[in-house]
């Protein structure tokens, strides 16, 4: 290039500095690759302050707290079956009943055999079931007295024979007579200990027999539900073997298992809401009764169960039950409007505006509740945060209200707003215990 032509480019250079100078004094920022930048239309918002049920979720099984496979305590023919299937009873509601017959002899003989050694103890049925002393036993009265006058007979024949009235051989006989009735009282004594003996062991049979003619009805244990019926009519059946199974409906348990980081928050009273597939747009409630003092150590959780009422008895034990459990309220917690919350790749962020332009701050949230975020860390409390057109926006750019007469916030930014205090939370932790 000449040197004339490189005078005239730079005379154009210079020419157009002017007037890159009067855009960058119109637009007051260079913007993006040496252009201008525009201010964006933003709406603005203000931190609240809200109270947060704190949450765990939870899944577990619900189970009856009862339930009792009743079995027959004596052997016998099935000759009635009043319960079916589903059907719910009472405490004492009769289950089965078996052919007593054979079992009504055996009381009759049991009671027979207990008559026989009462009246040889000279007990009747009016007087006390206490046997009487010794002393008052027909055979050991008649002992005595035969033994007593043994006695009167060997000292009349002593004084006789000292008189020489009566011999020698009279005074033995007399004296062999009392060994022999001495003899006939001891053994009267030891048949009334027999006896004694043996009238409680015929009491403990008789009692025996009428608690196994009594055991030929079988009758619930407790309330609830019939859930497996195991015998028919006609059927015999032996000792021991089940007949009935019957649940307990109403309060049930929710069994769940809960890891072990929470164990410092958990405690029996704890309110429990969960949902069951049967029934998907209900909520069903409950409360932590019981909580395991022990970790499992294979999955690294611990056991809890929550009372559940049924009084419809809607709920089955073994339903497949969802929800969470309340574990504390925490007041006055940091949140902002879900408007006001960019995320991408999992970080999110917020928008300070202040003096007309924004500034972007990466923040940790919590709980999702009433369309507000909580906010864990990264604010002060006092900021004012653009909520619209988010996407247009970084550090640095230039904003303006985003409806007429607004005024943008300058200096230290808006106060400490106050928003709606809840008590719901998202389902889950997502955040502080």
């Known amino acids: 290039m000449s040197l004339g032509g490189w005078r005239h480019g730079f005379v154009v250079v210079a020419a157009a500095a002017p007037l890159l100078a009067a855009c960058d004094t119109t637009s007051g920022q260079a913007g993006r690759g040496g252009g201008p930048r525009q201010s964006v239309a933003v709406e603005v918002t203000s931190i609240k302050r809200i109270a947060v049920q704190r949450q ?24 009635e079956v009043p319960v079916e299937l589903g059907r719910e009873v009472k405490k004492g509601d009769v289950l089965v009943r078996l052919e007593p017959r054979e079992i009504e002899l055996a009381l009759d003989r049991a009671e027979s055999a207990l008559r026989q050694v009462e009246a040889q103890l000279g007990i009747t049925r009016t007087q006390d079931i206490e046997p009487p002393p010794d002393e008052q036993i027909a055979s050991v009265r ?47 004594l030891d048949t009334t200990h027999s006896l004694k003996a043996s009238l409680q062991d015929r009491r403990a049979s008789f009692e025996l027999a009428k608690k196994k003619l009594a055991d030929t009805v ?8 019939v859930s497996e019926r195991l015998v028919q009519p006609g059927e015999f059946i032996r000792e021991n073997m089940p007949v009935v199974t019957i649940v307990a409906m109403n309060p049930l348990k929710l069994k769940t298992a809960i890891q072990e980081k929470f164990a410092g928050v958990i405690r029996p009273g704890q309110p429990v809401q969960f949902e069951v597939e049967a029934f998907p747009d209900e909520t069903f409630t409950g409360r932590v009764a019981y909580v395991s003092p022990a970790v499992d150590q294979a999955t690294r959780t ?51 505006v202040e003096d007309g332009k924004v500034t972007q701050r990466s923040i940790t949230t919590g709980v999702h509740q009433d369309k507000l975020l909580e906010v ?14 988010l996407s247009q926006l970084a550090t640095g750019t230039l904003v303006h209200s985003g409806k007429d007469g607004d005024a943008m916030p300058t200096g230290g930014g808006g106060g400490r707003g106050r928003g709606n205090r809840g008590q719901g939370g998202n389902r889950g932790e997502g955040g502080r215990q």
Request: glycine letters at 8%; charged letters at 25%.
């Open 376 to 389: 864990i860390s990264g604010l002060k409390g006092t900021e004012t945060l653009a909520s619209s057109n």
């Open 218 to 225: 079988i009758r619930a244990p407790v309330a609830g539900s």
């Open 142 to 188: 008649q002992a005595a007295a035969n033994r007593d006058d043994a006695r009167a007979a060997v000292e009349r024949a002593h004084q006789l024979n000292g008189r020489g009235l009566v011999s020698q051989v009279d005074r033995e006989t007399a004296e062999t007579r009392l060994k022999v009735a001495e003899a006939n009282y001891s053994a009267a």
């Open 56 to 79: 765990i979720d939870l899944s577990g099984t619900l189970l009856s707290p009862d339930q009792a496979k009743v079995s027959s305590e004596v052997a016998g023919v099935v000759r």
């Open 302 to 352: 611990f056991a809890i169960e929550a009372i559940v009422a049924n009084d419809d008895r809607r709920l089955k034990p073994g339903f497949f039950a969802k929800g969470i459990v309340g574990t504390k309220l925490d007041e006055d917690v940091t949140a902002v409007p879900e408007d006001a919350v960019s995320t991408m790749a999992g970080v999110s962020s917020v928008y300070i």
